[in-house]
């Protein structure tokens, strides 16, 4: 089992960014697909962006070319870097881990970390 520990929300204006983290314990973590989900309130999780093991990149269509995805296995975390940002991007920002990207299964999910995106 592998625990996730998001980390690097927070408040900011439009047009700004921010860049969260999750660091994963356990040392398979360089076999996961890992992802970032997020839910705003009312709404239903959405897949934000994944990358694989062999770190291809997958991103939700109002993602591509604001956001960037990564992982650095050695130090066993994964970020998303966030830019442009948007009011609508206002969310709880969930990690997740996967045995590939696209599997309907989870090994684990982080607590979250609220992203507000406010004048």
């Known amino acids: 089992q592998v625990q996730l520990v998001e980390s690097g929300g927070g408040l900011v204006q439009p047009g700004g960014s921010l860049r969260p983290s999750c660091a994963a314990s356990g040392s398979i973590f360089r076999t996961y697909a890992m992802g970032w989900y997020r839910q705003a309130p009312g709404k239903k999780r959405e897949l934000v962006a994944a990358i694989s093991s062999a770190g291809s990149t997958t991103y939700a269509d109002s993602m591509k070319g604001r956001f960037t995805i990564s992982r650095d296995n050695a130090k066993r975390t994964v970020y998303l870097q966030m830019n442009s940002l948007k009011p609508e991007d206002t969310a709880v920002y969930y990690c997740?881990?996967?045995?590939?990207?696209?599997?309907?299964?989870?090994?684990?999910w982080g607590q979250g970390t609220q992203v507000t995106v406010s004048l």
């Open positions: 997740n881990a996967r045995l590939r990207v696209g599997s309907p299964t989870s090994v684990s």
